[in-house]
């Protein structure tokens, strides 16, 4: 989940601990944003993932520039597995925050 829905994780435990339920292992994840600092959001026609698939670029390759722009991943790094990103975030000392996305470079 995006870090935008911290603020209600709390209430949202109350409500599975109301229904007798377990609560799932919530973690949130900083958000990717445009030049305003607003979230990337479909509805404001923000750049998407199927626009970077459409460019060419490879699944891994988007997967390091979502990195990069999060701060999480050195501006070498051109791209990533799927199991490189899990890795990465079980990493319990991450420091990170939003971000823009950088520009794509060849």
């Known amino acids: 989940r995006g870090e935008d829905l911290l603020g209600s994780t ?3 435990i109350l409500l599975y601990r109301a229904l007798k339920t377990t609560p799932p292992a919530f ?3 900083p958000l990717l944003v445009d ?8 509805r404001d026609a923000a750049i998407s993932l199927e626009k970077y ?3 060419g670029h490879s699944p891994g390759e988007i997967i ?4 990069r722009g999060l701060g999480l991943v050195e501006p070498h790094i051109r791209s990533m597995s799927a ?3 899990i ?10 925050s939003s971000g823009q996305v950088p520009e794509v470079q060849s």
Do not use: F, I, V
């Not at 890795?87 to 990170?96: C, K, M, R, Y």
């Open 53 to 55: 698939r459409a460019d």
């Open 64 to 67: 390091a520039l979502a990195g």
């Open 27 to 29: 973690g949130h994840h």
């Open 35 to 42: 030049d305003a600092g607003r979230k990337l959001s479909k």
């Open 10 to 12: 709390a209430r949202q």
């Open 83 to 85: 199991q490189d990103w």
């Open 87 to 96: 890795d990465l975030l079980a990493n319990s000392t991450l420091g990170w």
